[in-house]
């Protein structure tokens, strides 16, 4: 089984900023790519940003030039700085994470965090 919680989200002004994390355990042989979406009231999920164990990195165009998703293979860790917060990234952030459990395990398990509430206000 595996688990990913996240951290770091909470209330700042129109401007500000804030860091999430999101750390994998349990059964983890390796990770593929690791992102973060969002829902806000009434909406869809979405995807903010998301970073393969390549580097390659995929960013909403609403969120390009303010956030930066960042990833500690090591820790089985992603990041993500938000900078410049608007009302509109208020919203619950999910972390993601494809998973092989074992060496023998052909394919990735898409796996989900519980969410993290991030509000922008002032």
């Known amino acids: 089984q595996v688990q990913l919680v996240e951290s770091g989200g909470g209330l700042v002004q129109p401007g500000g900023s804030l860091r999430l994390s999101c750390a994998a355990s349990?059964?983890?042989?390796?990770?593929?790519?690791m992102g973060w979406y969002r829902q806000a009231p009434g909406k869809q999920r979405e995807l903010v940003a998301t970073l393969s164990t390549g580097g390659t990195t995929n960013y909403a165009d609403s969120v390009k030039g303010r956030f930066t998703i960042s990833r500690d293979n090591a820790k089985n860790t992603v990041y993500l700085q938000m900078n410049s917060l608007k009302p509109e990234d208020t919203a619950v952030y999910y972390c993601n994470a494809g998973v092989r459990s074992t060496s023998r395990d052909r394919y990735f398990r898409n796996y989900w965090g519980q969410g993290t509430q991030v509000t922008v206000s002032s």
């Open positions: 349990g059964s983890i042989f390796d990770t593929n790519t």
